[in-house]
């Protein structure tokens, strides 16, 4: 909320989104317009771990108003994008009566989202189903540490896949897999 005329040229002033010139509503630079895509992208991968979760955008402070931003993924998606396009610079009026608690706070989410790359899950092996009790897994298990329904550590699984993968044999999979006290069976 700002008690300026909507209209009235504004100061940058997305801490953490590095956004561009001052006063102008001219183009950006190259270097401009990278770090306004980056932030698209960042944004992006937000709404991807967020907008499951229930959140219904991001809040970002503001130095110029010095208070908290809540803006909805859409339409923080449309600013960038007009930024980009024609380097008007976003506008102060989030949403409308926001409940800051479904907002998740720009650094926090850029954080998470860092965290979550460096912890590999994209990387790991999906695995398809638990051995131990036949289910087979949702979507959203195949990179799982455990089995949600028996609890068994599906990081066997996923181990037996990789030497598969590395081109062992069947013999040498259950021998690696005996020696490292993995297999039962
Ligand atoms: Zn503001
Ligand atoms: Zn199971």
């Not at 926001?98 to 989202?113: F, I, Q």
């Not at 959203?140 to 896949?161: D, H, I, K, Q, T």
Request: proline fraction near 8%.
């Amino acid at each position: 909320m700002s008690d300026r005329p909507p209209d009235e040229p504004q100061g940058d002033d997305f801490d953490g989104f590095d956004d561009p010139d001052e006063f102008s509503d001219v183009p950006l630079d190259e270097h401009e317009s990278q770090l306004v895509e980056q932030d698209l992208t960042d944004l992006a991968d937000f709404e991807a771990a967020f907008r499951p979760e229930g959140y219904r955008g991001v809040a970002v402070w503001c130095q110029d108003c010095a208070e908290e931003h809540y803006y909805p993924w859409d339409m923080l998606r449309e600013n960038l994008t007009l930024l980009l396009d024609t380097g008007e610079t976003p506008v102060h009026e989030p949403a409308f009566a926001p409940e800051p608690s479904r907002y998740v706070p720009w650094d926090y989410a850029r954080g998470y989202v860092d965290a979550l790359r460096d912890s590999g899950v994209g990387d790991r092996i999906a695995v398809d189903a638990c051995t131990q009790c036949g289910l087979t897994l949702p979507e959203e298990f195949r990179s799982a540490n455990f089995c949600p329904r028996c609890g068994v550590a599906l990081v066997m699984e996923r181990l037996r896949a990789a030497l598969d993968k590395a081109g062992l044999g069947e013999d040498a999979i259950a021998e690696v897999l005996r020696a490292t006290g993995f297999a039962t069976r």
